[in-house]
């Protein structure tokens, strides 16, 4: 089993930043792939950003140039760097882990952008 747990999520304003965590525990060594996904009220969920099996990275087009994706592989720890946060942001965002056999899910983290 891998536990994943986020935190970093909160409420912040239109043009401003957060960063999230997600700390892995269990069984590392069965994970090939992690990333972050999101939904939104009555939305389903979508990939926001995550690692390829190759260690490159991708994005959702809504959110090139704005969001980064890193790991610090010392810590079990990926993390998700948004910048220039609008509100069409606003979701509760999970982190995602992928071993052979499944996949995993962090537990969520609202991230709210307003006035």
């Known amino acids: 089993q891998v536990q994943l747990v986020e935190s970093g999520g909160g409420s912040v304003q239109p043009g401003g930043s957060l960063r999230l965590s997600c700390a892995a525990s269990?069984?590392?060594?069965?994970?090939?792939?992690m990333g972050w996904y999101r939904q939104a009220p009555g939305q389903q969920r979508e990939l926001v950003a995550r690692?390829?099996?190759?260690?490159?990275?991708t994005y959702a087009d809504s959110v090139k140039g704005r969001f980064t994706i890193s790991r610090d592989n010392a810590k079990n720890t990926v993390y998700l760097h948004m910048n220039s946060l609008k509100a069409e942001d606003t979701a509760v965002y999970y982190c995602?882990?992928?071993?052979?056999?499944?996949?995993?899910w962090g537990q969520g983290t609202q991230v709210t952008v307003s006035l």
């Open positions: 269990g069984r590392i060594a069965s994970i090939y792939t």
């Open positions: 690692f390829t099996t190759g260690g490159s990275t």
């Open positions: 995602n882990a992928m071993s052979i056999r499944e996949g995993y």
